[in-house]
């Protein structure tokens, strides 16, 4: 095969064969292509995009790039969530345990966070002594025992992802609709759930930042996942402000004990049930998720998760006692609370990271005192800043210059759900 041609084809618009097509993923994962040429061919990608053919064949080599998990001796129902990230978004710390707490078994692979959006296993890393490195067979342990794990996906899960992802990164071609859809779906059908549930966020504080780009990337999604044999939907939620109140790594980890505990922001609460709603109904469990947060039992599925993974879940998450609060200049009603200010302010704070290799604060971040609808009165703190690092204070306030605007009257509060793909 010359690899010329598959530049060209792409680069003039072409069809690739699947032949072609199964070849170059080999190839890059095994890095047998130069830099330069698979660079510029991802570029033409990028560009021109893949049909649905070349998209199907192209996650299928990906997903059989390395191994596949298999499941099927856990004996309940699989069902997994993804959320294409957002600021704040800690949706999957109590929807786990509660989906898990009606019986379905809930396989989290979950990935550290990388720019503005903290990931899942940062989060998690802030609860004392709780491990992000389980073996197949102590996941496969931990489904069957409690139902549900938080953990980073191995080496050895769709490869052809983890190079690439990287690559895209270097080269600027991260923003491709294909290459998204791609990138997620292999990692999720590798993982060997049967049922998934997408979480795709639209807004300024998304990837996506318009509504129209987010129904593609989620029709994209849900067509390659039903047609890989997992029973895909996605919701497409808002991400102009921040879910919830807090943003940061343990400050997250906080408020999603408040939520397992039947308390926290109605924002958070009607997301994560909406979700289980789903996931339970892709699971075949015909429950009302609402019972597993008043009752204690997604809170007690959660404290067993925790102590399975080597953590202590009665030790209180760290919290830093370094403050200082941004306040408002007028009295009236917060019109606009705005996630990515908030999710760059908390960044520039050490809650996420520029680079891979980069460590993350546990405690820095932000708490929205106030959100969107609120009435403060002239000097009521508005925004908490918890700090770690003092030096970087400065660069964290500079990016809050809009991150919020009061006016006299009340707007119309946005919706939090804003479409449903199946
Ligand atoms: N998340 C992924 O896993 N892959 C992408 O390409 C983008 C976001």
């Not at 990906?62 to 949706?91: A, F, N, Q, R, Y």
């Not at 078994?105 to 004392?128: H, N």
Request: hydrophobic fraction near 40%; glycine fraction near 10%; include cysteine.
């Amino acid at each position: 095969m010359n690899f010329q041609d598959l530049i060209y084809t792409k680069r003039d618009g072409g069809i690739l064969s699947e032949t072609q097509i199964r070849w170059f993923i080999e190839k890059f994962t095994k890095n047998e292509i130069p830099d330069e040429q698979a660079g510029s061919f991802l570029m033409a990608v990028f560009f021109q995009g893949l049909n649905k053919e070349e998209l199907n064949f192209w996650t299928d080599a990906m997903i059989k790039s390395g191994e596949i998990l298999d499941l099927s001796k856990v004996g309940k129902p699989t069902v997994d969530k993804h959320s294409t990230g957002g600021v704040g978004d800690k949706i999957s710390l109590p929807l786990c345990p509660l989906v898990a707490s009606f019986g379905a078994a809930v396989p989290q692979l979950s990935g550290r966070g990388l720019g503005t959006f903290g990931g899942t296993l940062d989060k998690m890393e802030s609860i004392s002594g709780f491990n992000i490195s389980l073996t197949n067979e102590q996941m496969i342990k931990q489904l069957k025992d409690v139902g549900v794990f938080i953990t980073a996906a191995g080496v050895g899960l769709a490869p052809a992802d983890r190079k690439m992802y990287s690559f895209r990164d270097v080269i600027g071609a991260v923003e491709c609709i294909p290459l998204i859809a791609s990138s997620i779906m292999s990692k999720k059908i590798a993982e060997g759930t049967k049922g998934l549930v997408l979480d795709v966020k639209a807004g300024r504080g998304a990837f996506m930042k318009d509504v129209n780009r987010a129904r593609q990337l989620a029709e994209t999604m849900v067509e390659i996942g039903n047609k890989a044999g997992v029973k895909t939907v996605a919701l497409i939620t808002q991400m102009e402000t921040p879910l919830g109140k807090a943003v940061g790594n343990a400050l997250e980890v906080s408020e999603s004990l408040d939520v397992l505990n039947g308390k926290g922001p109605q924002d958070v609460i009607e997301i994560t049930l909406a979700l289980a709603k789903e996931m339970l109904n892709i699971a075949g469990i015909n429950k009302n998720p609402e019972t597993g947060l008043k009752d204690g039992s997604a809170y007690e599925t959660w404290k067993k998760m925790i102590k399975a993974q080597g953590g202590d879940p009665e030790k209180p998450i760290p919290v830093s006692n370094n403050k200082k609060f941004i306040k408002a200049n007028k009295s009236g009603y917060i019109t606009d609370l705005n996630a990515y200010s908030i999710g760059l302010s908390a960044w520039r704070l050490g809650a996420g990271r520029a680079k891979k290799e980069d460590s993350v604060s546990k405690t820095a971040g932000i708490i929205c005192l106030a959100k969107e609808g609120d009435f403060v009165e002239k000097d009521q703190p508005v925004l908490e800043l918890h700090i770690d690092d003092v030096a970087r204070v400065d660069f964290a306030i500079e990016a809050l210059g809009n991150a919020f605007e009061i006016s006299p009257e009340p707007k119309e509060k946005r919706k939090v759900i804003l479409e449903r793909i199946s």
